[in-house]
């Protein structure tokens, strides 16, 4: 095993470790900063894979909006940041069955792709590496499906921070 594949899995396992964090702890503001450990995981990835852009804005955009992501959540839910009520939904099973269920379709529906065990086409060795970054990013032959997928991801999480902020009568 090599110095950077044990790197890798020490990282991984931070990254994994953070984020399960983030879902486990009962303080908002201490779920928060999880998050960033998990961001700051991510972006050792990006510097591992010598994406030297990526990593920069993933520091830059999500890790430096963290804190303003604290504030909103802590404004909206109107909670006292030491609130200690119950650790889990009484619904979590449902939860957990229903994430396992979509998992599991996912991942069947990627293994029957044809596209998903061939490997993508490689990229030009020209110079200006951002363009062919913004190419890859849009293009139907290289990651505009985890590009989509991610914005789909955005879109639910604000949908559930409205649902969250929402005053009930």
């Known amino acids: 095993m090599s110095a950077m594949q044990i790197v890798f899995i020490l990282i991984a396992a931070a990254t994994l470790g953070a984020a399960a964090m983030v879902v486990i702890a009962r303080n908002m503001v201490h779920s928060a900063l999880w998050l960033v450990a998990t961001l700051f995981g991510v972006a050792v ?49 449902w939860a957990a069955l229903i994430s396992a269920v979509m998992f599991g379709g996912i991942a069947w529906m990627l293994s029957s792709w044809q596209g998903f065990s061939s490997p993508l086409a ?9 363009q062919q970054l913004g190419m890859a990013l849009v293009s139907p ?29």
Not at 51 to 67: D, E, K, P, R, W
């Open 45 to 93: 990835f990006y510097a591992i894979l010598n994406a030297g852009f990526l990593a920069v804005a993933q520091v830059v955009i999500y890790i430096g909006a963290i804190a303003i992501l604290m504030i909103f959540a802590i404004m909206l839910t109107r909670k006292v940041t030491g609130d200690m009520g119950p650790g889990l939904n009484p619904n979590w099973m």
């Open 122 to 130: 490689a990229l030009g060795s020209r110079d200006d590496s951002l």
């Open 141 to 169: 032959d290289y990651y505009v499906i985890p590009f989509e997928v991610a914005s789909v991801l955005l879109l639910a999480a604000l949908i559930g921070a409205i649902m969250v902020a929402w005053e009930r009568k």
